[in-house]
Each structure stands twice: as structure tokens, then as C-alpha cells.
């Protein structure tokens, strides 16, 4: 009997709420139970490591850009020392290359004044042996200073080519030297990007709050190990705040994003919060199995978010706690006043 009595409350008190709905959609309103809800950021490693400190409490207020932990990095500190020392060292090479290019052209330049000396005196010498050549047909000069002109020609001959040779060499010992100094440069470039890598990850061993908000668990503590990606600390961004609460499909599709909502929650039911619709789902988030009749239609439910607005929710961010239950109340007529009971009041 007792069980029969309160299962007829139940029912009476069902009814009682689906009339009182239905006539508050009458009155352009429809309402849905929620929960305020805030958008939460785990606060998590990057890499492997030992967790050095963490510096702040459950519940502290934090900025963005805020520190809020540190990793150890000792040995990412040694990493930097040894990759600067190779930067150091690939920078001494570029300067080594260079002087070794700067030899090979003045090694080069003078293989080039060898040529011309050697070519002024192949001149000189062919010069003498035209002159030689027609005494001794004239019989005026022996024969033997005749060959001696024609074996030094030959010689210079020989001379210039050689110098030649010499200066193409150096030409090539100029490329080589070249190829040295794009090859030196090149380990420079190499090992400011690995300097610049380990800076990277000496600045995300220190993590910084991505957005303001409240710490609201700390998940580690200092001295722990934690693997890649291990959670150091949850953050709430309480910028960030809505209700989730569902609506059926008849009035889902008459609530636009903008619209304006009254928040009721249980624990404070005579202030009323204002927000915005910022949300409609476009597909029904349940529905039953067999969509036959009018009044099984009614049974699709769309998901609706209201957001409180941000500069509200910096005003009184003490009182913003998530998980409150409460009533969210639509405007399907934005022409048509609030009732008394939901008109926008001083938030606590």
C-alpha cells in the first residue's frame, strides 16, 4: 500500500510538472533540469620526467601565462651546455673554411702572375730564337747558341703550361675549400636548431596556465615520476560557464543561438542568472526505437547550452561552483516580457 501511495505521488507530481510546462510554453517559455557545467583543462607533461615543484593549491585563482609547475631539467641543462659547445665548435670550422677559401685564392692569384711571368719570358725567348735563327743563317752566331735559344723556348713552353696546371689546381683547391665552408655552415645551422629544440623543451617543462580559470585538483606532487602526457593538475576555466539542459523537437526548432535564457539554480533560487543560447544540437541526443505517433515524436529531445556571460562570471567568480543543479528558461518569443519570477536580478 505504501509503495501503490507513493508511486501515485509520483505520478500526480509528474503530471502536475508536464501541465505547468506546458503552460509555461504557452506563455512563449520552455525549461529544462541542468547543471552548470565550465569547461576543464588537464594541465599535463609534455615529456617523461620528475615533477620539481608545483606552484599552486586546489582552489587558487590563476592567470594565463601563469606558472603553475616545473619539471626537472637537469638534464636538458646538460643537453643545452653540449649543444652549444658543438654550436661553439661548428662556428670555429665556418671561420677554419673561410681561411682555408682565402689561401686557396691567393694560392690561385699567384699561379695566375706565374702564368704571365712565365709567358713574358716564352715571349722574350721566342723573340731571341727569331733572331738567332736568322744570324745563324747568315752565318753571324754559331749554331749552338742557336739551339740553346730553341732548347729555352721549349723550356719556357714547358714552364707556362706547368703554371697553367697550377692555377687550374688552385682554382679547384678554391671550389674544394668553398664546399667546405656550405658544409661547416650547414653544422652551424644543425646545431642552433638543436639548441633551439632544447629551449623548446626547457620552456614546456615549465607549465603555464593556458587560460584563466581555478586549479580545482592536483593529480601529482613534487618528486613524483610521470610518464609523456602524465596529469600534473586540473584547471576550470571560469570564463567558461553553461548549463546543458534538453528540449523536445517542437521546441528545439523555434530556439535560435542568442536567444535569451534565465538560469534558476536549486541551491539559490532567488537569483536569477542570465545567458545565451550557445548551443543547439542538430540531431535529437535520444530517441525511441519506433517513431510511430505524435506523442511518441514528442520523446526527441535536442541538447541546448546556455553560456553565462564572461565579464558576469569575473564578477562574482568566488560563488561560480560546477555541478549546481538548477532550471534554465528559454524566451521563444523575444517580443513577449519576462514573467516576475524571471526577471534579470543582482547575482549573489
Not at 8 to 30: E, F, P
Not at 81 to 103: C, F, I, K, N, T
Not at 166 to 181: D, E, M, N, S, Y
Not at 183 to 201: F, K, L
Amino acid at each position: 500500500m505504501l509503495v501503490s501511495a507513493v508511486l501515485i505521488l509520483a505520478l500526480a507530481g509528474a503530471y502536475a510538472w508536464m501541465q505547468w510546462s506546458a503552460k509555461q510554453q504557452d506563455n512563449g517559455l520552455a525549461g529544462g533540469n541542468g547543471r552548470i557545467e565550465a569547461t576543464e583543462v588537464d594541465i599535463a607533461t609534455k615529456y617523461a620526467g620528475r615533477v620539481a615543484e608545483v606552484l599552486v593549491q586546489e582552489g587558487d585563482f590563476v592567470q594565463q601565462g601563469q606558472p603553475l609547475a616545473r619539471m626537472q631539467v637537469d638534464s636538458l641543462l646538460a643537453q643545452r651546455r653540449e649543444a652549444q659547445a658543438g654550436m661553439d665548435q661548428a662556428r670555429q670550422s665556418v671561420a677554419a673554411a673561410r681561411a682555408q677559401v682565402a689561401l686557396r685564392e691567393s694560392e690561385h692569384a699567384a699561379a695566375q702572375a706565374q702564368i704571365v711571368q712565365r709567358e713574358a719570358d716564352l715571349d722574350a725567348a721566342q723573340r731571341r730564337a727569331t733572331r738567332a735563327d736568322t744570324l745563324a743563317r747568315q752565318g753571324a752566331m754559331p749554331l749552338q747558341e742557336l739551339d740553346d735559344d730553341r732548347a729555352r723556348v721549349r723550356g719556357l713552353q714547358a714552364a707556362v703550361k706547368a703554371a697553367q696546371a697550377q692555377a687550374q689546381a688552385a682554382q679547384a683547391a678554391i671550389q674544394a675549400a668553398r664546399t667546405q665552408v656550405d658544409s661547416a655552415q650547414s653544422a652551424v645551422r644543425a646545431a642552433e636548431a638543436t639548441v633551439q629544440r632544447i629551449e623548446a623543451d626547457l620552456q614546456d617543462s615549465q607549465l603555464i596556465a593556458p587560460r584563466e580559470g581555478r586549479v580545482q585538483l592536483l593529480l601529482a606532487q613534487p618528486g613524483e615520476v610521470l610518464g609523456a602526457g602524465g596529469k600534473v593538475l586540473n584547471l576550470v576555466d571560469l570564463t567558461d560557464v553553461y548549463m546543458s539542459f534538453f528540449l523536445p523537437e517542437t521546441v528545439a526548432g523555434r530556439v535560435a543561438l542568442g536567444s535569451e535564457v534565465r538560469i534558476v539554480l536549486d541551491a539559490a533560487p532567488q537569483y536569477v542568472i542570465p545567458a545565451q543560447v550557445s548551443f543547439v544540437a542538430s540531431t535529437a541526443q535520444f530517441t525511441p526505437k519506433t517513431v510511430e505517433t505524435a506523442s511518441e515524436r514528442q520523446k526527441l529531445m535536442f541538447r541546448v547550452k546556455a553560456r553565462i556571460a564572461a565579464q558576469l562570471l569575473r564578477q562574482y567568480r568566488e560563488q561560480v561552483k560546477t555541478g549546481l543543479p538548477g532550471m534554465a528558461w528559454v524566451r521563444l518569443d523575444p517580443a513577449q516580457d519576462w514573467p516576475e519570477h524571471l526577471r534579470k536580478t543582482a547575482a549573489p
